[in-house]
């Protein structure tokens, strides 16, 4: 991980018992005690899909934590996270709520929240739209907007692509 507040502990340690080798382990309470914290968030999302059961609109209010105009760490949401360039009527929002406590990772990418919401979120639509929310997926996808994008749109299609071949996605259970 990338805080390093157990390398001054053992430090300390090692300067207090000279010459002899240490070795600092927290425990899973330590660690959660004097450690940092996954960022609370809140989303409000909006979508609409059209006729052909296609996204045609999405709108994103992020609320997180941070100090004035500045995003706790492991807080921010882009303003290019998918599906930005990928939706037409695209809207993205980003509210800030004063905090204090001390954010980061905690034992996972930043994003892995967000792309949980956002990913869900793209299933109700799916639905809604009386669609497949893989195909869903492969059709926004492939789609004629060249927004702003964050990822590699080729990729991400393989690897959904992959991920249907491999699971058996649409046969009998």
Do not use: C
């Not at 300390?12 to 609370?40: F, N, Q, T």
């Not at 709108?59 to 882009?78: C, E, K, N, Q």
């Amino acid at each position: 991980r990338l805080v390093n507040d157990y390398v001054v502990e053992a430090a300390a340690i090692a300067r207090a018992v000279e010459a002899v080798p240490i070795k600092l382990l927290w425990s899973r309470e330590d660690d959660m005690g004097h450690d940092v914290y996954r960022p609370a968030g809140f989303h409000l999302l909006d979508g609409g899909v059209d006729a052909a059961g296609r996204l045609s609109a999405w709108r994103h209010h992020f609320v997180t934590l941070g100090a004035g105009s500045r995003v706790t760490h492991s807080g921010d949401m882009p303003a290019n996270e998918f599906p930005a360039g990928f939706v037409a009527n695209y809207r993205h929002e980003q509210s800030i709520i004063g905090s204090h406590v001390p954010t980061g990772a905690m034992r996972a990418p930043g994003s892995n929240g967000i792309a949980f919401v956002v990913q869900s979120f793209i299933d109700e639509l799916a639905h809604a739209a009386g669609r497949d929310p893989l195909q869903f997926r492969l059709d926004m996808l492939a789609g004629p907007l060249a927004g702003a994008r964050a990822f590699d749109a080729t990729r991400m299609t393989s690897v959904l692509e992959l991920a249907r071949e491999k699971s058996g996605w649409g046969q009998a259970m």
